[in-house]
């Protein structure tokens, strides 16, 4: 016999999936929804491990050399600007979810995470999270530090995936 508890689990999961297309004909609503929700998964660093003067670059397999240099060069039409300035670790790791995801249509964007110029050794906590983050998340091509025109070390400029 089946309990009302394991009726009700079994209820709950089924409500929860969506449909396969089995004819292949409609695009996935999955795929469409794949950045819904601004993006959580991040984890937190414990200590800075990059000097507010070290460059940073990084860029996934398969991009475009002349992106990249591109975003060096600081040769980008337009990039909205987030500046974390101020804010602790927790609340520039929420503030960059949220960024992110509301401007997840656009190619560029830029993002001044300073220099960490009154910490400790030199080293950035800001910075360093910043280049954590934007390698967990998704969404993020590549990202390279600015030219000294655009905020030098203390900004990176960053290539998203399109939304899909």
Known sequence: MV?????????????????????GDKE????????????????????A???????????????SPKTIKKM???????????DLHGQTIK?????LSKFLHYHRDERFIQIIHGKGC????????IKSQVVHYL???????AFSSCPQKDGGTGAVFVCLKADV
């Open 3 to 23: 309990s009302e508890n394991d009726k009700s689990l079994f209820r709950s999961a089924i409500n929860k999936q969506i449909p396969i297309d089995k004819d």
């Open 28 to 47: 996935s609503e999955s795929n469409s929804t794949h950045f819904a929700e601004p993006f959580q998964a991040y984890s937190y660093l414990s200590e």
């Open 49 to 63: 491990n990059v000097s507010g003067s070290e460059v940073v670059s990084h860029a996934q397999d398969g991009m």
């Open 72 to 82: 060096k060069q600081g040769k980008i039409d337009y990039a909205p600007i987030l």
């Open 91 to 95: 609340e520039a790791c929420q503030s």
């Open 118 to 125: 009154h910490s400790n050794k030199g080293l950035s906590i």
């Open 135 to 141: 390698k967990q998340h998704p969404q993020v091509l």
